[in-house]
């Protein structure tokens, strides 16, 4: 089923048992990030959590932890909770068939109920913001769609981004935002700040549950991500446009915050304990203006803790890193069976395919690291055969334990691009790169005395079944 | 409160501005530091906002603001006039 904003989300959360409201009142600091710190920790079925009695707050509620479990994700894309992960990852992909939907534009917005302009855009008087990690420069809003435009070509619906980039509270109407050289919105601003002009952003928090993974799904520059929550909504997404800047933001948002990157300016940000588990910061960064806040009648702020993995934002952004990636190699390999690329967005890549000729898996790896998205990340590849599942560790060690000879297997490329957060770089954004080919050689490879691989007998997978039912009846 | 923290707990600046207050009167402040900017809850644990339990590798100097890079840089404006295909 497709929600149409967060709180029906939630609600469905809460009938799943998958929804914790913690009723005791808690220090803003250090208690929620420390309980959104501890809610992964409770394995695949971790709940949402839900608080309401922050103390110094008369009206707060935060709600954290939201795709934070397998369990969670499953419930976003409307499947049983109990749906495993690669048959996620595999609906994902069947629904992206569908892709592209366009989105229905509907009128009364849920937000439009409540504004605040001008001097009285104050975030602090709409969102309860809490800081998250210890060594955090302020407080942050690291859950939030943005949306911007193409200066260049601000017609393309294709080339309108929305995207989840971490944004630093700096003031009342102040905020910071990292736009990472390889996503869509830092050509956006790349391009205003060439024409010496601003970048209008609108700033969406509190969405229903696909927009934050279609936002944080590295798509092409030219796809559009609403067309892609239709997709796996399999309903066109609601939109509505944002009063100011006219921008196409959800139209079951909790919050819609609208302003500007303001062109060519930095100022000093972060650091934020960031998504490959260390600190990032401080930089210059830009700045954005804030001049207009609309938000629904007692708006739930939705927020995400980040810290050693795995936490919420690994779930977030697990599924969706492997689809893109899959398709696209797909594209020019039809041998590729399956993509995991669910570590930290992909600094690692395990690909398992049928190799055509020897060498073959190289090539795959290398093509890995062409991809948009390897551009910035895929600093390890793996490469494993067709009968090995890439989301099966034991089996991907199995590969490495038994396939891989460095003699010949390992392809180390000097000098590649990574995204500035990778802290392996020497250089902050260029790095050397790694393709590990974990597959059985064939002709003409003949290395190796690998004789015949043991094989499953004919008759396991019935009684796999047969013992999954025997053992679920006891 | 502000009387309490003289000193930025990052940088030990000592301009600090009061940015705003717990809705429940007087139970927390949200301060900032004009210089590194680093913000903050009064009711935070210690080692978040005091200089002497500020934990070291989270401390900032001038130094550390004044050679801090810019991300992204900042691209050179473009002469008016001069078309998209040069890029």
């Known amino acids: ?474 | 409160m502000s009387d309490t923290t003289p000193l930025c707990p990052r940088c030990a600046h000592e301009a600090i501005e009061h940015i705003t207050g717990s809705p429940v009167p007087g139970v927390w402040e949200v301060l900032q530091c004009g210089r590194c900017l680093y913000m903050w809850r009064t009711s935070e644990p210690a080692r978040r906002i005091r200089r002497d339990a500020y934990p070291e590798e989270f401390m900032l100097t001038p130094e550390d603001i004044g050679t801090a890079p810019e991300v992204p840089a900042v691209p050179p404006l473009r002469r008016p006039g001069a078309g998209a295909a040069t890029r």
Request: negative net charge.
């Open chain 1, 1 to 474: 089923m497709a929600y149409d904003d967060f709180r029906g989300f939630l609600d469905t959360l809460r009938k799943e048992g998958q929804l914790l409201h913690i009723a005791d009142e808690v220090m803003p600091e250090p208690d929620i990030a420390a309980a959104a710190n501890a809610a992964p920790r409770l394995g695949g079925h971790a709940p949402a959590l839900y608080f309401d009695n922050v103390k110094g707050f008369t009206d707060a509620r935060i709600a954290l932890n939201v795709h934070g479990s397998w369990a969670n994700h499953a419930l976003a894309l409307g499947l049983p909770k109990e749906t495993g992960t690669k048959e996620q990852v595999e609906e994902f992909i069947r629904r992206w068939d569908t892709f592209p939907v366009a989105p229905e534009w509907r009128e009364n917005p849920l937000w439009a109920e409540n504004t605040l302009e001008g001097e009285d855009a104050d975030i602090f008087r709409v969102l309860p913001l809490i800081r998250l990690n210890d060594g955090d420069g302020g407080f942050y809003i690291d859950k939030a769609a943005v949306v911007s435009k193409d200066p260049a070509d601000p017609e393309h619906s294709g080339k309108q981004n929305v995207g989840i980039y971490r944004i630093e509270v700096k003031g009342r109407r102040a905020l910071a935002i990292q736009p990472v050289p390889m996503h869509d919105i830092a050509q956006h601003l790349h391009t205003a700040e060439e024409r010496g002009e601003d970048l209008p952003v609108a700033i969406t928090l509190g969405n229903e549950p696909v927009i934050s993974i279609v936002a944080s799904t590295p798509m092409e520059y030219e796809q559009n991500e609403y067309e892609l929550a239709g997709a796996l909504r399999g309903a066109p997404a609601p939109l509505s446009r944002a009063p100011l800047t006219g921008l196409p933001v959800p139209w079951g948002s909790e919050v819609v915050i609208e302003g500007v990157i303001e062109g060519r300016k930095r100022e000093i940000e972060g650091p934020f304990g960031e998504f490959t588990g260390h600190y990032s910061g401080g930089r210059n960064m830009p700045v954005i203006r804030i001049d207009r806040i609309s938000y629904r009648t007692g708006p739930i702020f939705e927020h995400l803790y980040l810290g050693m993995p795995w936490t919420e934002v690994d779930y977030l952004i697990a599924a969706n890193t492997c689809v893109p990636l899959y398709q696209q190699l797909r594209h020019d390999f039809p041998e590729v069976q399956a993509v995991n690329a669910m570590y930290t967005h992909g600094l690692v890549v395990i690909v398992s395919t049928k190799k055509r000729y020897g060498g073959f898996a190289k090539a795959v790896g290398m093509r890995v690291l062409t991809t948009p998205h390897g551009l910035g990340y895929a600093a390890t590849v793996i490469v494993v055969d067709e009968d090995v599942d890439p989301f099966d560790l034991p089996q991907v060690m199995w590969a490495l334990s038994t396939k891989m000879n460095p003699a010949g297997d390992l392809v180390q490329i000097p000098n590649l691009s990574v995204l500035e957060l990778a802290p392996q770089a020497v250089t902050p954004g260029i790095t050397d790169k790694l393709i590990i080919d974990a597959t059985t050689p064939v002709a003409p490879d003949r290395r190796g005395t690998y004789g015949t691989q043991v094989r499953d007998l004919p008759e396991t997978a019935e009684w796999l079944a047969r013992l999954r039912k025997l053992t679920a009846a006891r």
